[in-house]
Structure formats: structure tokens, C-alpha cells
């Protein structure tokens, strides 16, 4: 059981340090938490009191560990169907009001808290009175599971996503309610040795997600916190970068005048050709080098209320003779006024390049999807296109600064993705990218809406 200990909180010191601000996140880590709380019950139990007794015999010592291993036994029976409902309702993005998604975790509570006042003398085989808690642990459990299985998602690699951390979570927790509630409320006690492969498999399918798809947000929020340390030296960077180039080049431009002017007046005309050139060079690199300031320079937003339909629909009134072009269709899926404070100059910027990309991904034609759809705190844009898709190597990288694929083309210096990841974090928001060779990538722009 210390192996299912050092999983089971490793995985909820794992979800607390990336994403401990996300309240789906909380639960299910409060959720696995308590799955610990259980092994910790029997570490303690099996192994460091008969420890404890056989090399020191001290009562004092012998208290301690009996207190601390029957509240997490505790914890663990009656914390992991309420933290498992908890999960399963954030998970499901249900809508509620205000007062009620403050008043329902009280209301939930009540049934653990009932239970826990009428606990009977704690024993080894019976912590807990079973065939009391059945009553509301597996309505809890099924609901719960009901919840999970319900949640829709738009995009198909959001679907992959949804499937690997339902395979994740479901299957342990349903084996749990049986071994740890249902088998023992028939008399077959002590079911819970047989938790350990079920928690293996749990885990290997967590690995699998986080490393291939991202487990609830984790493996991109690594990727970011790496991405904002760049950002941050490039910024500074490229702003002395274009102080010093830019006087420099200045200098070139005011001395070329004076030579041209000279080889006009002298009517030499091979020199005067010649500081043309001198002066059409200085003119690039002082536009190319104003480029790249604009694009990584510290953002100052000027916000309003502003409609984020409005804001894309301007975007591909834009870009819509060019798709026409190109043979690509578009579809829209969101409804008028999704209001949200912000820059629309900014955000109409950062949406061009992700729909430009898009486009760039789709050269023989193709289908271009618009969805915007609205949560409790966000609006939430996905840019999906049927293009060729990136590999995984490359999707870890597409918004790093500089880093392009498309590196001979004029004026692209892979400044596109990384000024739209700033744009959205500047406004408080979050940008993901989820791709798969051959069928396409969804961006998501994930932006506060005005409550």
C-alpha cells in the first residue's frame, strides 16, 4: 500500500502545483487525495504501529498513529464520494447560479457528516457501518459517473482528451466503490488489498494523457510557464535590440542622403545606384526590426466592453476573399454578443494570426470551424481547421518566439502564435493548441467574459 500512497499523492501534489487555481482541478486532487488518506490508513496500520510496538513499545507514540490512521480511514470512506460528485459536476461544466454552486457543496457534505456522527467503535474489519453508507455513497458514485460521461466537447481532439481522463478516473473509482463499500456491506471485509491494480492502471493511463495530450491542463500549463520565461527575455531583449539598431540605422540614413545627393549632384550615376541599395537595406532592417518590437514588446491593452462575435466576424470579412481563394469553406457556430473587456484591436490581431495560420495549413482548400461557446467565467473561441495537422515534436513548439515552419517566406520571422499567447495572457486568459497529423488543429482562445 505505500506504493498506492506515493502515487496516489504524487498525482495530487502534481494537480495542486499546475493548476491549483482551477476548481475542477481541486476536487479531483481532493478526490485522490483522499484515495491516499486510505492507504496512509493501512501503511500506518500494518506497518508502523506493530513497528512502533515491537522496537519501542511507547504508548504515546502507539496514540498518535492510531488517531492518525483512523482519520484517514475516515477521510477516505467518507471524503471520496463527496470530493468524487464534487469533481463530476465541474467536470460536467454544469450551469448553476451563484448561490447554488456556493450552497451545494454544504448540501452534499450532509450525508458524510450524518454518517461520520453515527460512526460506530472503529474496528479493523468494520471502520465504518457499510451497509448505512451505501445508501448515499453509490447514488453519489453514479451520478457522478453519469456526469462525467456526459460531458460533450466540440473538437475531436478535445473528445480524446475527455475519453483518456474519464479511462483515467472511472474505472477506479467504480472498482473502489465496490471493494471498499458494496462487497463489504455484504460481508466480504478488507476488499480494499485488491486496490493496488486498479490504482496502477489509473496511473499509467495519467502518464499516457499527460505526456500525449495534457491532463487537465497540465502538460500545457508546463509548457507556458516555460514560454512566459522566454517571452519575458525576449522582450527585454529585442527592446535593446531596437534602441541600439535603430540609432544606428538612422545614421546610415541620414550619411546615405548626403552620398546620394552628392552623386546626384556629380552625376554619378553607378554610385548614386549603388547607395540606393545601401539605403533600401538600412530601410529593411529598420522595418524588419520594428516587426519584431511590436510583435514581443510588453502589450499595453486599451480595453472596453467588446463583442468577441463582432471582433472575429471583422477578422474574416478580412480574410474571406482570400479563403474564397483558396477553396476553404467556413462554418460558424456562436451565437451574437459574447461580451468580454478587452482590446478588440489586440485580440483582432491575435485571431488574424491563428486564422492566417489556418488558412496556411489548408493551401489546397479545406474547412474552416468557428465555435464560440460561454462557461461560468469564460468564452472560450475554437479555431478548427481540417489542414495536414502537427506532430507532437513540433506542436511543443509552435509558440515559442522564432521558432516557424515556414522560415523563406517574406516577413516571417515566427512571432505569430507567441503575440497571440501574449495577447490572451495579458488579458487574463489562456491560449491552447491541439493537433493530429492528418485530420487538423483546434486552437482555443479562452478569454474572461463580462459577468
Known amino acids: 500500500m505505500l506504493f498506492v500512497l506515493i502515487i496516489l499523492w504524487g498525482i495530487t501534489s502534481l494537480l495542486l502545483i499546475f493548476d491549483s487555481k482551477n476548481e475542477t482541478t481541486l476536487w479531483l486532487s481532493g478526490f485522490v487525495f483522499c484515495g491516499g488518506a486510505g492507504a496512509l490508513a493501512v501503511v500506518v496500520g500494518l506497518d508502523m504501529i506493530p513497528y512502533v510496538l515491537e522496537h519501542y513499545n511507547n504508548e504515546t507514540w502507539n496514540l498518535i498513529l492510531s488517531r492518525i490512521r483512523i482519520s484517514s480511514s475516515l477521510l477516505c470512506y467518507y471524503g471520496l464520494p463527496f470530493t468524487f460528485l464534487m469533481f463530476a459536476l465541474h467536470y460536467r461544466r454544469l450551469v448553476m447560479t451563484r448561490i447554488w454552486r456556493l450552497l451545494i457543496p454544504y448540501v452534499l457534505i450532509i450525508p458524510a457528516l450524518v454518517s461520520l456522527w453515527f460512526t460506530p467503535e472503529y474496528t479493523e474489519e468494520y471502520p465504518v457501518h457499510f451497509r448505512a453508507i451505501i445508501w448515499w455513497v453509490i447514488p453519489y458514485m453514479t451520478i457522478g459517473t453519469v456526469f462525467i460521461l456526459g460531458r460533450q466537447e466540440w473538437t475531436r481532439t478535445a473528445r480524446q482528451i475527455h475519453w483518456m481522463t474519464s479511462l483515467a478516473v472511472l474505472p477506479a473509482a467504480l472498482f473502489v466503490t465496490v471493494m471498499n463499500y458494496i462487497l463489504p456491506s455484504l460481508g466480504h471485509t478488507q476488499m480494499w488489498r485488491y486496490n493496488t491494480v486498479i ?41 535593446i535590440l531596437n534602441h541600439g539598431i535603430k540609432n544606428d540605422v538612422g545614421k ?121 461557446r460561454q462557461t461560468k467565467k469564460y468564452l472560450e473561441l475554437d479555431i478548427v481547421d481540417s489542414g495536414m495537422g502537427i506532430d507532437n515534436k513540433e506542436l511543443a513548439m509552435v509558440m515559442e518566439p522564432f521558432y516557424t515552419t515556414k522560415a523563406g517566406r517574406n516577413n516571417n520571422y515566427g512571432l505569430g502564435l507567441a503575440y497571440s499567447y501574449q495577447v490572451t495572457k495579458k488579458h487574463g486568459g489562456t491560449l491552447d493548441i491541439m493537433s493530429t497529423i492528418g485530420l487538423g488543429t483546434t486552437v482555443t482562445f479562452r478569454l474572461p467574459r463580462i459577468v
Open 199 to 239: 490504482v496502477a492502471f489509473g496511473f499509467i493511463i495519467f502518464l499516457i494523457t499527460l505526456f500525449n495530450y495534457g491532463f487537465m491542463g497540465i502538460r500545457v500549463l508546463i509548457q507556458k510557464r516555460q514560454l512566459d520565461s522566454t517571452l519575458r527575455a525576449i522582450t527585454s531583449g529585442t527592446a
Open 252 to 372: 546610415m540614413k541620414l550619411f546615405g542622403e548626403k552620398m546620394k545627393e552628392y552623386a546626384n549632384r556629380t552625376e554619378q550615376k553607378e554610385l548614386a545606384e549603388d547607395i540606393a541599395v545601401i539605403m533600401a537595406s538600412a530601410n529593411h532592417i529598420q522595418e524588419m526590426i520594428r516587426r519584431v518590437h511590436e510583435q514581443t514588446q510588453d502589450l499595453r491593452l486599451h480595453t472596453e466592453a467588446a463583442d468577441l462575435t463582432e471582433i472575429l466576424e471583422h477578422v474574416l470579412k478580412s480574410l474571406e476573399p482570400k479563403m474564397y481563394e483558396q477553396g476553404i469553406s467556413i462554418e460558424r457556430h456562436y451565437p451574437p454578443h459574447m461580451l468580454l473587456m478587452g482590446d478588440p484591436v489586440q485580440l483582432g490581431e491575435a485571431i488574424t494570426n491563428v486564422v492566417a495560420n489556418a488558412m496556411e495549413a489548408m493551401p489546397a482548400g479545406g474547412t474552416l470551424k468557428l465555435n464560440i
